[in-house]
């Protein structure tokens, strides 16, 4: 039989089993992005179930954009999930009674015992029209600026931010200021507004503004998703998994005068090495890679760790 032939006699067969019911075709329209379907052919734009490929995989929800669990659900987590810790992993799941960590309470960012971050510190882009964007996120070992409440503000103009924990939703309201008090007054149309929130038992963090979400945030897989590399919203006090290096050029200070351990985040020298302030990233350090000062191996002994 001519290859021709084999391929359309293929074809009858499968729409054959299509129309008998043992296949369910895919249905453009039905909230999820099936077999078949594609961005390209069934757009969340035209009331179709697939968003824009670079959106999914992100770590952010954009519902806006039209995402969901269904068409994306490693960005968008059902709300029934919750975290447990399974062989010292921090996993999401939806069946209660996994072994390993008994209560979500135990499980944070993959190694609960080792991170060290006490607030979580946001950018929020925010736009007059109520679209609200990720500019920055971190982990930071300072405590938080800003506390949660047991309820939103609805008023006019406020946006709401839902952080849902192991023991429930603690939420924080802010109205952003879309203007510069110049002169002349400068109107903007968009401004980035910075939240400092308590990081021990966050899971998601949701964006509301006159009752619509607009911005989900899934923050174990942001903050540290365990797979040995340390991502770009990762650090060594939400991850240390993942990222090893504490004194890392990651925006956090964490080295004092005198410790012997070189952080460039604690300076504002332009490298003048005779800037008194300049400390230990000009002298023998512990982290320099180099065998030096009072080391007996490199970066170890004397005032450093132990070899």
């Known amino acids: 039989m001519k290859p021709v032939h084999i391929a359309l006699l293929v074809s009858l067969l499968l729409f054959a089993v299509v129309l008998s019911g043992c296949v369910n075709p895919s249905v453009c329209g039905n909230g999820i992005c099936e077999l078949g379907e ?14 824009p490929p670079e959106l999914c995989g992100d770590g952010q929800c954009d519902t806006v954009s039209g995402e969901n669990h269904d068409n994306c659900p490693e960005d968008c987590v059902q709300p029934e ?15 209660p009674g996994i072994s390993g960590c008994s209560v979500d309470a135990d499980c944070f960012l993959g190694l609960p015992s080792a991170a060290q971050a006490e607030s979580i510190e946001l950018g929020l882009l925010v736009s007059d029209a109520g679209k609200v964007t ?3 996120l971190m982990a930071s070992p300072s405590l938080p600026t800003d506390e949660l409440s047991g309820a939103p503000v609805n008023d006019d ?15 924080y309201s802010f109205k952003p200021e879309f203007m510069l008090f110049t002169n002349p007054p400068i ?15 966050a899971r998601t963090i949701d964006v509301d503004f006159e009752g619509s979400e607009r911005l989900s945030l899934n923050i174990p897989f942001l903050l ?39 952080d460039w985040d604690c300076y504002w020298t332009d490298g003048d090495e005779t ?33």
Request: hydrophobic residues 25%; charged residues 20%; contains cysteine.
């Open 134 to 136: 990720l500019s920055s």
């Open 275 to 307: 800037d008194p302030e300049a400390g230990e990233c000009f002298k023998p350090n512990c982290n320099d890679g180099v065998m030096n000062g009072e080391e007996v191996g490199v970066d170890c002994g004397g005032p450093c760790k132990e070899c």
């Open 81 to 95: 999930t919750h975290s447990e810790c399974i062989d010292y992993q921090c996993v999401l799941v939806s069946e």
């Open 157 to 171: 103009g406020y946006f709401s931010l839902a952080v849902t924990t192991a023991t429930g939703i603690g939420y």
């Open 224 to 262: 540290c998703n365990s797979n040995s590399v340390c991502d770009s919203y990762e650090n060594f006090f939400s991850c240390p998994s993942d990222c090893t290096d504490a004194y890392a050029e990651d925006d956090i200070c964490n080295s004092e005068y005198d410790d012997y351990y070189c």
């Open 38 to 51: 594609s961005y390209k052919n069934c757009p969340v734009e035209s009331g179709g179930d697939c968003p």
């Open 187 to 201: 109107i903007l149309d968009e401004t980035i507004y910075p939240v400092s929130i308590p990081f021990f038992g």
